[in-house]
DNA sequence: TCGTTTTTTGAATCTGGTTCAAAATATGCC
DNA sequence: GGCATATTTTGAACCAGATTCAAAAAACGA
């Protein structure tokens, strides 16, 4: 019946609006210092309303990730429609994620946070498939384009899986992430802040599976065209 | 004063007594369940005396890291003795990491809590800085081995930093431990378990940075002996 | 031995997440 | 509309557990 639809659209307009709200809180003031009871009044509704959505505040904490993840698919999803060389695309992924990672720092403490297993075992069950599933999509996509080389000719995956390949690019992107994220770790090692530490190492991966064309690293102004080049196409204003 | 330095010590074993206890307790029932009083009254203190030697919760699992990563040094040490081919060396690095990962999965996660922010901020000054330190002799040590391959002509860094190049080792290695530990995400994704792909993307990113002798990875054998040669030299009874 | 300083104690405090009985509201029926 | 029933909302009470701090105990020094 047509009660129930509007109900149910009600309560997807209000879980969006406590999630909205809790998002602001949180760039005010650190995703620490969020407070139920607080983000429930700043909602102009009780406590328990907001447990009617979620069912900790651990909880809510994975929806918000859950709810960030869909942008960060959309980028991923330009890149899936881009018609490029594989080797282009697959590196596009790491601009991509690098330059969404600089903007959304707050996406990334949550969700360092958020996968820990003190945060994890607490969130619904539910809530942990929806976040597994989110990733699933920019797995496709990943592991799309590593198929596309090796169809193309570009990589020989010498007996490795579609799956381990991807998995390599995306271990280096995240352990960079962890590491420029750790308080006082870049400045402790003396290593320069930036992205394009990491662009080298990870072209020094896709060298090493052989993906062609390869890049040559000796001639950094290479490097930097590829990356203007990308940049331009994902219309970042970096 | 003799008095004194009894005291100190005395002090000193005491700590020792709360990080024995705390660990204990820990591999009992998980670090989340870990709680301040239980582990001061299972000490036979009060819980005051508790925060005598640590300013919070967090802390004191920071100074259970930090000892820890005293056992994660002695293993890199014994790397740092070992004369064989920097390639070998860098690699066997890798290894270590990973058994040391697999025997100590509580630390793993210790670690992964620990470097949130809402851990990291909530711990005192000086802690950090003692975490901080802990990685020091880590990093010099991997960065030695990096430096020995430039020297004995194994690597060219073509203008790369020493840094550089061990930061891109350290990030796979970090990165395939976060996907690894990250609950039901293999899974979900259907890539096998275990350290071989993790050990097969470092060397092609080791294969990228055109580190001599490279490997040949269309030979599973090459590198599985490579693996065994290691955990001999490292004694692990895999 | 006694006054003073340091250390230890653990009950009280405090914070903030979670619950749940009562109140409010909505629904369905005549 | 008016009424009985079901659903939703409310927010004060509850609770867990980290942290504090005034009082008690112990150590020290003369």
Redesign the pocket.
Known sequence: ?G?SER?QREREEREQLFLDTAEQLIAAEGFIQ????KLAKACD?????L??HFT???DLLMALMARQSALHLELFERIEQWQAPSRQRIFAICVAEQDFNRRQANYVKLSQYVMTEAVWE?ASEARRQQLLQCGQPICRIVSGIVQQAIDEGDLDPQGASTMELAYGTWALCQGSHTLDHTQGLLEAFSIPRGPMTMYRNMHRLLNGMQWQPLLDLSQPTVLEQLVKQIEQHLKIAS
């Not at 509704?45 to 309303?49: D, F, H, L, P």
């Open positions: 019946m009660t109900k969020l407070q139920m009871a509704y009780a406590t328990g309303t447990y009617q900790s505040k651990e607490n």
